[in-house]
């Protein structure tokens, strides 16, 4: 009897224990969470504070974020606005409100491009008469004459449309574009009340 009873409260014990172990983790885990939840909480988020510019300084971000300059990339030069913005000529020429020059460049350019292309096609009918396909007496004087005429004719349309020699896209020479960026940067900072920082140029 003496026996059984010692049994029995060894396996009491034992089972007690077991119990106590196995409830040990989960609290670990639960005390693990709440301190790493506080943790959290308590630390700043480094995005949070917003920064306050004065009504100058936006200004200045304003004026950096609008500005023109001539950049060179290789052998070629661009029009940067802001940042890395890609801007053309006719955009220039429109930002600083020459809208006649813009025209009168566009008008050139359009004779210019018709006289070259006119050319093209009188050459290439010098070709086929020259060729058996179109044959008579003096055929072939007057083909090369055409050819002639015509390769001339292409050449004038593209020196009166300032496209000679500009593989660039360019309608503007980089002397101009420069002069035209400076005044426009100029207005820019009058506008934005920022003429006495001269660093910003």
């Known amino acids: 009897m003496r026996q059984l009873l010692a049994v ?10 077991s119990a106590v172990a196995a409830e040990t983790p989960a609290a670990d885990a639960s005390a693990s969470r709440w301190t790493l939840a506080q943790s959290t909480q308590s630390m700043p988020f480094p995005f949070t504070e917003v920064q306050n510019l004065s009504p100058e300084e936006t200004r200045i971000q304003k004026y950096k974020l609008q500005r023109l300059r001539i950049q060179q990339v290789r052998q070629e030069w661009q029009i940067i606005r802001g940042i890395n913005e890609k801007i053309d000529d006719q955009t220039l020429l429109k930002m600083i409100g020459e809208n006649a020059r813009l025209r009168e460049i566009t008008t050139t350019q359009l004779i210019g491009n018709s006289i070259s292309i006119g050319g093209l096609v009188l050459a290439g009918a010098g070709g086929i008469v020259m060729t058996d396909i179109v044959r008579f007496e003096g055929s072939v004087f007057v083909g090369l004459g055409m050819i002639v005429t015509g390769i001339a004719a292409v050449i004038a ?16 020479e980089r002397r101009e574009a420069e002069d035209l960026v400076k005044a426009y940067n100029a207005e820019l900072k009058r506008e934005l009340r920022l003429e006495h920082l001269k660093e910003l140029d």
């Open 8 to 17: 029995g409260l060894s396996a009491l014990m034992l089972g007690q224990a």
């Open 157 to 172: 349309g593209e020196y009166f449309a300032t496209n000679m020699f500009d593989f660039s896209g360019h309608i503007l």
